[in-house]
């Protein structure tokens, strides 16, 4: 207990009259009716506009989109691609998978979804032919580990599944971007096929739900969160007396938000996938966000990767554009770490990066995408972070102290309601 008073006294109120921008701040029962109105604007216009989908739309092409479809309707699915494929080779045809075409071309952003869908093109890929035998044979023994799944009724990782044959995967790589297709092809989610990745995620906060029937109090977890589960159906009967959900690119900050116990000063869940989003953690998310009906708003990286990151969460990836319906979290708000912010709060020209060649080409072909011409505001500061050839993490803001986070930027953030 002595420690933990200890603690507490780490800023001498003489320190915090020197930190940047402190004195802007008002008081916490102000900002607290600020998030209360943003909560209560977010639910009205989630509850008033019933969400679009793609049958909604008269598009000018046919698009494929999957579902979650019971482990049943899956394994009768694979055995009819089965008998198929028989009645081809006795026919004296050989055999091949008609796999839709995950390519970029296949690919295009929806404006009124806004979110990336999956046109319906597809390619054949036989195994009678030199290029495709080797993929074909991967596709072929992927459709027979999931029919077992089926059979068994377990879960398996895809790390679990990349060992079943490592000779004929060779890498995980083959075998995870084969199992997306054939995803795809059976029409069906990834987590319909009992196939998950690890827990990567991590959420703390002001969240109760149960995970396989147990209820998980997220303020209780301490300062590491609690897993998100892999496979989402175990989730369900959230609560939360939250005002938002703050989404945070990085491990790092996410700790010093959970530690300093922001989630209690501003009730809201913190969540996080430590990096690159993986298909948990956006299935969760999305989940909250519906459920819930709160309002999100991201804290990642000021560099082109960061906003890619927060694009992949509200538009989807190209990778798996034909489960974007279930993968996307819309009306996902930039709060920071952003360009202009760098001028803003006087970040010091040595907590700046030089953005590399390779940085301003991504930033330039961000610029490109119709997910960010959408938004004037992300091109205005995607603009200004090419033009200056300046990035920053989050972390350049502990200059001004550690807890400088979370206890000026975030707070005269969500004060200022500058978000985009």
């Not at 360009?339 to 907590?351: G, T, V």
Request: with cysteine; glycine share 4%; net charge neutral.
């Amino acid at each position: 207990m002595a420690d933990k008073k200890k603690r507490r006294r780490v800023e001498p109120s003489d320190d915090g009259e020197q930190l940047p921008f402190k004195n802007k701040l008002k008081s916490d029962s102000v900002i607290l009716q600020i998030l209360k109105d943003f909560g209560n604007s977010s639910s009205d216009s989630n509850s008033s506009s019933k969400a679009l989908t793609l049958q909604d739309l008269s598009l000018p092409f046919a698009c494929r989109e999957v579902s979650d479809l019971s482990l049943s309707s899956v394994q009768s699915t694979i055995e009819s691609l089965v008998l198929s494929i028989t009645r081809s080779i006795l026919s004296g045809q050989g055999f091949s998978f008609d796999v839709p075409s995950r390519s970029a071309a296949n690919q295009l952003y929806v404006p009124e979804l806004d979110r990336i869908v999956l046109k319906d093109k597809t390619s054949l890929r036989p195994f009678a032919n030199i290029s495709t035998v080797r993929k074909t044979a991967i596709t072929a023994r992927i459709v027979q580990l999931i029919h077992q799944l089926c059979l068994k009724n377990i879960h398996v990782t895809k790390r679990d599944l990349f060992y079943t044959d490592v000779k004929l995967f060779q890498d995980q790589t083959q075998s995870d971007a084969v199992l997306d297709d054939v995803s795809c092809m059976l029409g069906c989610t990834r987590s319909s096929l009992n196939v998950v990745a690890a827990e990567k995620g991590v959420v703390v906060g002001r969240l109760i739900f149960s995970d396989n029937g147990d209820m998980i109090d997220c303020t209780k977890m301490g300062m590491g969160g609690k897993a998100i589960p892999p496979n989402i159906d175990r989730v369900g009967d959230m609560q939360s007396d939250a005002l938002f959900i703050l989404l945070v690119e990085k491990d790092a900050a996410y700790m010093r938000l959970a530690e300093d116990r922001f989630y209690n000063r501003f009730p809201c869940i913190i969540v996080t996938a430590k990096g690159q989003p993986d298909v948990a953690t956006r299935l969760f998310l999305r989940k909250m966000k519906m459920e819930l009906k709160l309002p999100v708003v991201a804290l990642v990286d000021s560099d082109p990767y960061g906003l890619k990151i927060l694009s992949v969460y509200g538009c989807g990836s190209k990778n798996m554009s034909y489960d974007s319906a279930n993968l996307t979290t819309p009306d996902i708000k930039w709060l920071g770490v952003r360009p202009s912010d760098l001028d803003k709060y006087k970040i010091p020209d040595q907590c700046r990066l030089p953005m590399t060649d390779q940085d301003i080409k991504t930033g330039k072909d961000l610029l490109e995408e119709d997910f960010v011409k959408k938004n004037p505001g992300w091109v205005e500061e995607l603009t200004l972070m090419v033009k200056t050839k300046q990035k920053a993490e989050i972390q350049a803001l502990s200059t001004f102290g550690f807890q400088y986070l979370t206890e000026v930027y975030l707070p005269l953030k969500l004060q200022q309601k500058d978000w985009l």
